[in-house]
């Protein structure tokens, strides 16, 4: 079998502007696998995620959950099976192309320090070569949008931010190249309860105005049923169940007990 | 003093000047590129530290010696004082290039290769930035190095502040080899300071 690996930068552009599939998924995993050295990551993954759905894949730390995140953005290429983005196999599309149209937000935002808030949000626009006084003024509508206000954080840098603060400037610069696909990688992971329920509830506004697709990954049971469309349980490689929030409290299987046994046990938010 | 002492003084002061300034020239040039290389080559890099590393222990006044016999780079005179200066003054400036671009952070670099940046993009705005402040800082090391190591030059005719210690040495005249001596520690000194003006001016932090 095949290894999950890297893809190999390529320097030839492919011309994708005509793949624009209006009623096909926007990410589809066909039968895909992956393997890292003698160990499988994931197993033989399928499902679609339809345009505005927020899927959020719920597992433990290790399920694989996040290696399903970089094989819809090109960081990982599938060791079998196929990964499809707006119809395209992600092998066929240039890495590069593939990442700007895909916002990614990780723990902890992973902010460049060297550079001012206003310099992370506007980075991709800057890579995309858009003029000065457009990248200015997208910069302040994506601060205004997640609630920082423009004139007191844009010249900040990212040490003089706190987590939560960190994470909506990481969330504004997903957003800076206005893409239709959102990734999260449990980006509230780290934040203090409070905080944590503040930005969930700022994703839901962001969701509810922009109507952006999103696969959010998370380990928690509790954040999982307030923010999906669907769920997706990932276990050792697996996905064991893909439902509904309201079907997800009455799937069965051990693990998904495990997960819902969680929310009796936790009374604190 | 006797005369004619400070006009030599200030000639062998420039000669030791523009020795390191060659050798430093040629050795950041060569060092920060082989560096970024080595962090892109994993497997290349055990070897390359490996020889700036062996070429560091080398006793000095052996290394000029060594020289000497080599076709090309050898000989008496400048030209192998400074390939020797410059063989001495690379291992810091690998070193910290190295350290300082696989030092940033692996969640800076994967955002950076998440939102599309190409490998040349990533090496320009995140991780030369990121790594400038530690990679001056190997410069900083290595010129101190190269101002002391170069007096040894006038062992093989390559001029420079080492002309008054040897001739100071070889006539028991302390004057002589204070004479060498003391500018160019006061030399080391100023570099020392001043480059390290330059990083907190530059990279404060």
């Known amino acids: ?269 | 003093m006797q005369p004619g002492l400070m006009s030599e003084l200030l000639e062998l002061t420039l000669e030791h000047v523009g020795l390191v300034s060659v050798a430093m020239a040629i050795a950041t040039a060569t060092a920060i590129p082989a560096g970024i290389l080595l962090t892109r080559r994993e497997a290349l890099r055990r070897w390359v530290l490996g020889f700036a590393n062996i070429m560091q222990t080398v006793p000095s006044l052996a290394l000029f010696g060594f020289l000497i016999p080599l076709p090309f780079i050898g000989g008496i005179g400048k030209h192998t004082a400074i390939v020797a200066l410059v063989l001495y003054a690379l291992l810091p400036i690998l070193q910290n290039t190295l350290a300082g671009i696989l030092g940033v952070d692996r969640a800076v670099r994967e955002s950076a290769i998440a939102m599309g940046m190409t490998g040349r993009q990533l090496l320009w705005l995140v991780e030369l930035p990121l790594a400038a402040r530690t990679i001056l800082a190997g410069v900083r090391v290595a010129t101190v190095i190269t101002i002391g190591t170069a007096t040894i030059a006038a062992a093989i005719g390559g001029g420079g502040l080492g002309v008054f210690i040897f001739r100071g040495l070889a006539s028991v005249d302390t004057t002589q080899i204070l004479a060498g001596a003391a500018p160019a520690a006061l030399i080391a000194l100023a570099a020392d300071k001043g480059l390290s003006w330059v990083e907190q001016k530059f990279w404060p932090g």
């Open chain 1, 1 to 269: 079998m095949a290894l999950c690996r890297e893809p190999v930068a390529r320097q030839t552009r492919l011309n994708l502007d005509f793949v624009t599939p209006t009623a096909s998924p926007i990410v589809s995993f066909r039968s895909v696998s992956c393997r890292v050295g003698q160990k499988d990551i994931l197993r033989n993954l399928s499902f679609d995620v339809e345009a505005g759905e927020t899927l959020v894949l719920l597992g433990r730390s290790g399920s694989g959950k996040t290696t399903v995140l970089k094989l819809v953005n090109g960081l990982l290429l599938p060791s079998e099976g196929t990964v499809l983005v707006e119809g395209t196999p992600t092998t066929a599309w240039d890495p590069i192309r593939l990442r700007r149209h895909i916002g990614y937000v990780i723990q902890e935002a992973g902010l460049f320090p060297h550079l001012t808030v206003a310099g992370n949000v506007g980075l991709v626009p800057r890579l995309e070569g858009r003029p000065q006084q457009e990248i200015h003024r997208r910069v302040a509508g994506l601060l205004t949008q997640v609630e920082l206000h423009p004139a007191e954080f844009d010249h900040r840098y990212p040490r003089e931010l706190s987590g939560g603060q960190r994470q909506r400037v990481g969330v504004a610069r997903a957003l800076a190249a206005d893409p239709p696909l959102l990734l999260f990688d449990e980006p509230f992971g780290a934040l203090d309860p409070i905080t944590r329920v503040e930005l969930q509830r700022q994703f839901l506004a962001l969701r509810r105005d922009l109507g952006k697709t999103a696969i959010f990954v998370t380990h928690d049971v509790r954040e999982a049923l307030l923010l999906a469309t669907r769920v997706g349980l990932v276990h050792q490689g697996r996905l064991e169940v893909l439902t509904t929030p309201s079907e997800f409290l009455r799937a069965q299987g051990d693990e998904v007990r495990a997960f819902l046994a969680c929310l009796d046990a936790k009374g604190d938010v």
